[in-house]
C-alpha cells in the first residue's frame, strides 16, 4: 500500500512564525502536491514537483515556499504565518500526470495561525 | 469561474436509494477525470476514474459527456457507509482541478 505521512495532524502557531510542513511517501513517487483545503473552496493546489530539486506554483502559492531535496520528501513552508493560512494542509504524491494517475493523500494537517 | 463546480448537497436518502451526482468543469481540453471520495476528517482517497466510455465498478457508475462538460456518479442501493463527500476531479496538463465536493447522508 503507498503510504503518505504529513508531520503533525494538529499544529497552532502564532502569527509571523516560520512554520514547516513535513510530507513523505514511501513508494518512490515521482510527483507530489501540496493543496490547502478550505470549507466551500475545495481543494486548491498550492506547489507541485515533479522532481527532485524542481519545483512549480500552483494556484495560489503566494505566501508558501517548498523544498524537494530528496524524491521522498516534500516540505511546505510558510515563511511568515498569518491568521487567513489557517486550514487543513494536504500532501499527495502520484506516479505520473494522465489517464491512469491516481493521487494518494496524506491525512492531512490542520493547522491554526493565532 | 472555477474549474470545477459541484453542488455542494447534502443529498439525504435512505438505504437503498438511487442517487446521482453531476460535475461541470470549464477546460474543454481537460484530459481525464476521477471521482474522489472524502470522509468527515479524513484525506481524499480515489473512487473511480472517469472514461469517455462510461465505466462502472459495483454499484457505482461514472459517465463522461465531453461535448457538454460534464461528469456524472451514480450510487445504486445506497449504503450506510456510502455516507461521505464526494469530490469530482479533473487534470489540465498535468494539474488536478478539485470541486469543493457534494455531500451524500444515507439514513437508515
Known amino acids: 500500500d503507498v503510504k503518505v505521512t504529513q508531520s503533525s495532524r494538529y499544529l497552532v502557531k502564532r502569527t509571523g512564525e516560520k512554520v514547516f510542513l513535513e510530507c513523505v511517501q514511501d513508494?518512490?513517487?515521482?510527483?507530489m502536491f501540496w493543496y490547502r483545503q478550505d470549507p466551500g473552496l475545495g481543494l486548491r493546489l498550492i506547489y507541485f514537483?515533479?522532481?527532485?530539486?524542481?519545483?512549480e506554483k500552483g494556484d495560489i502559492p503566494e505566501g508558501y515556499s517548498v523544498s524537494r531535496e530528496k524524491k521522498e520528501r516534500f516540505s511546505l513552508i510558510l515563511e511568515s504565518a498569518s491568521t487567513n493560512q489557517t486550514s487543513m494542509y494536504l500532501c499527495?504524491?502520484?506516479?505520473?500526470?494522465?489517464?491512469?494517475?491516481?493521487?494518494?493523500f496524506g491525512p492531512g494537517t490542520r493547522l491554526t495561525v493565532l | 469561474r472555477k474549474e470545477v463546480e459541484q453542488d455542494p448537497g447534502p443529498f439525504n436518502v435512505p438505504e437503498g436509494a438511487t442517487v446521482a451526482f453531476n460535475c461541470t468543469y470549464s477546460?474543454?481540453?481537460?484530459?481525464?477525470f476521477f471521482w474522489y471520495r472524502q470522509d468527515c476528517r479524513k484525506e481524499p482517497k480515489l473512487l473511480m476514474s472517469?472514461?469517455?466510455s462510461g465505466n462502472e465498478d459495483g454499484r457505482f457508475t461514472a459517465q463522461l459527456n465531453r461535448a457538454s462538460q460534464y461528469i456524472s456518479l451514480l450510487i445504486r442501493d445506497s449504503k450506510l457507509s456510502d455516507s461521505a463527500t464526494y469530490l469530482c476531479?479533473?487534470?489540465?496538463?498535468?494539474?488536478?482541478?478539485f470541486g469543493s465536493g457534494t455531500k451524500l447522508n444515507v439514513k437508515p
Open positions: 499527495a504524491s502520484s506516479v505520473l500526470a494522465g489517464d491512469t494517475d491516481t493521487q494518494y
Open positions: 513508494m518512490d513517487h515521482e510527483n
Open positions: 514537483s515533479y522532481d527532485v530539486k524542481m519545483k
Open positions: 477546460n474543454s481540453a481537460s484530459q481525464s
Open positions: 472517469v472514461y469517455s
Open positions: 476531479v479533473v487534470n489540465n496538463f498535468n494539474k488536478f482541478y
